[in-house]
């Protein structure tokens, strides 16, 4: 049985996906601007719970989505790893959608 239907778990991983890849970038861009142009932390302290939260969000929706989807293993880990590199799930949820493991399962009559 499905948690949750696979078009709001298709859509609700994409948005995650997204944003989760937007917070790292911000986190970045902060760590830059406190590292290397102005030293202050701003950034960080905005960027970095910001970015938590999402990395939190995209690894419970990932869960749920791979077990609505009944994903294998390897698809499950492969898309939990992608949330620890800069921007990778935005190449795993494009992976994802064109492999068609993000596609309503058929039903067979």
Same mark, same amino acid.
């Given at each position: 049985?499905?948690?949750?239907?696979?078009? @709001?778990?298709?859509?609700?991983?994409?948005?995650?996906?997204?944003?989760?890849?937007?917070?790292?970038?911000?986190?970045?861009?902060?760590?830059? +601007?406190?590292?290397?142009?102005? +030293?202050?932390?701003?950034?960080?302290?905005?960027?970095?719970?910001?970015?938590?939260?999402?990395?939190?969000?995209?690894?419970?929706?990932?869960?749920?989505?791979?077990? @609505?989807?009944?994903?294998?293993?390897?698809? @499950?880990?492969?898309?939990?790893?992608?949330?620890?590199?800069?921007?990778? @799930?935005?190449?795993?949820?494009?992976?994802?959608?064109?492999?068609?493991?993000?596609?309503?399962?058929?039903?067979?009559?």
């Amino acid at each position: 049985m499905a948690v949750v239907s696979p078009s @709001t778990g298709a859509l609700a991983f994409r948005v995650v996906a997204i944003a989760e890849a937007c917070s790292w970038a911000g986190l970045l861009t902060g760590m830059f +601007f406190k590292y290397v142009v102005v +030293f202050d932390d701003i950034g960080v302290n905005v960027f970095g719970p910001i970015h938590g939260a999402l990395f939190i969000a995209y690894v419970a929706v990932t869960l749920v989505v791979a077990r @609505t989807f009944r994903w294998s293993l390897p698809v @499950t880990l492969v898309a939990l790893v992608a949330s620890i590199p800069p921007l990778a @799930t935005l190449w795993f949820e494009r992976r994802a959608r064109r492999q068609g493991v993000l596609a309503e399962p058929v039903a067979v009559a």
